[in-house]
């Protein structure tokens, strides 16, 4: 069969790590790479024998099967929609988009389009997931303690609300893509943000935030984030059910229970590549395991939203499945 033939919209840290997984590939060909600065196309094109296109419409005359759009988050939508309109399967870097309304128009999109989609939350695929999910499969899970800390990333735009959507949407969303995957979906959220930015030139982002979660399914937890230290301290899970506890994170699974405690360890960069040999082989028609297709990445992306909004306004909101999520007054149920 003919080689996938891939083309990369972006060409920054991301991309570059899918570049390498897939030119790893054997029937995947990098057919180009564009990315709106032009040297760094060029960088990432000649690294990997490929050519660097002017802009999106150039790499897709030159008839790539599939594309991934790897931009910063407030740069989707226009490669999406191009792509969209050319009909090919896309893989979307999360998160997908700075907002809801972009997301939301997307997914309507997709869903319209009929189009394979997949989004990157590798974490997905990591083997100690389904092991806590088994685990979890006959014990109802009471609380989860999600965080994600961290440094502030040295990209220019991440201190930037308006950018990067902040801590929460732009790294924490790994955390709460599990949470939903693990525990189930959340009804409501009441988040506080400290309202004082990092020691970054322009940044306007709450340097730590607390949220409170309430599960439809009755659990509760609390999601932590920050981006005050010089390193990434810590990221992932602690869930607690009947007579269970586990911590998840991408370096592995600690289990204690009746029987003990043990520690399952994980393989981040398998899962890195799993992600990849997922989208492709679905391409290609020969697998079908895209456990985050773009609908499912919007919920996360409600769900990373509604904490970021609540952070910002003072006020609870309620996530519902119709559309985006709505901010309650104290007391008071809107229905979005």
């Not at 226009?78 to 809801?100: I, R, S, T, Y």
């Not at 004082?196 to 937890?221: C, M």
Request: with cysteine; proline share 6%; aromatic share 4%.
């Amino acid at each position: 069969m003919r080689r996938c033939r891939v083309g990369l919209v972006g060409a920054g840290g991301v991309a570059q790590r899918h570049a390498r997984v897939l030119d790893g590939f054997d029937d995947v060909e990098l057919i180009g790479v564009t990315d709106v600065m032009p040297d760094a196309a060029a960088t990432l094109a000649a690294r990997h024998g490929t050519r660097a296109h002017a802009d999106v419409a150039e790499l897709l005359a030159a008839g790539p099967d599939a594309v991934y759009v790897c931009v910063p988050p407030f740069a989707h939508g226009p490669a999406e929609q191009a792509v969209l309109d050319a009909g090919l399967p896309m893989f979307v870097e999360k998160p997908v988009a700075v907002d809801l309304a972009t997301a939301e128009h997307i997914a309507a999109e997709v869903t319209r389009r009929g189009v394979l989609t997949a989004v990157g939350h590798h974490w997905r695929y990591l083997g100690v997931v389904d092991e806590a999910r088994e685990l979890l499969a006959d014990r109802p899970v009471r609380m989860v303690s999600g965080a994600w800390l961290d440094k502030v990333p040295p990209v220019a735009w991440w201190a930037r609300r308006d950018r990067s959507g902040g801590p929460v949407v732009e790294q924490a969303a790994h955390v709460l893509d599990l949470v939903r995957a693990l525990v189930g979906e959340v009804s409501e959220v009441t988040a506080y943000g400290n309202g004082t930015p990092p020691p970054v030139d322009g940044a306007d982002i709450d340097s730590v935030t607390t949220a409170v979660l309430r599960f439809t399914n009755g659990a509760v937890g609390t999601l932590s984030a920050a981006c005050v230290l010089g390193w990434k301290h810590r990221a992932g899970l602690e869930i607690l059910a009947d007579g269970l506890a586990l911590s998840l994170t991408e370096e592995g699974l600690t289990i204690r229970d009746a029987d003990g405690e043990r520690h399952v360890p994980a393989d981040p960069e398998a899962a890195r590549v799993a992600v990849d040999r997922a989208f492709v082989d679905a391409v290609r028609g020969v697998g079908d395991d895209v456990r985050v297709p773009y609908a499912e990445a919007l919920a996360t992306q409600r769900l990373a939203l509604a904490v970021s909004d609540s952070a910002r306004t003072g006020a609870a909101v309620r996530l519902t499945t119709s559309s985006g999520p709505a901010v309650l007054s104290p007391g008071v149920t809107v229905d979005a």
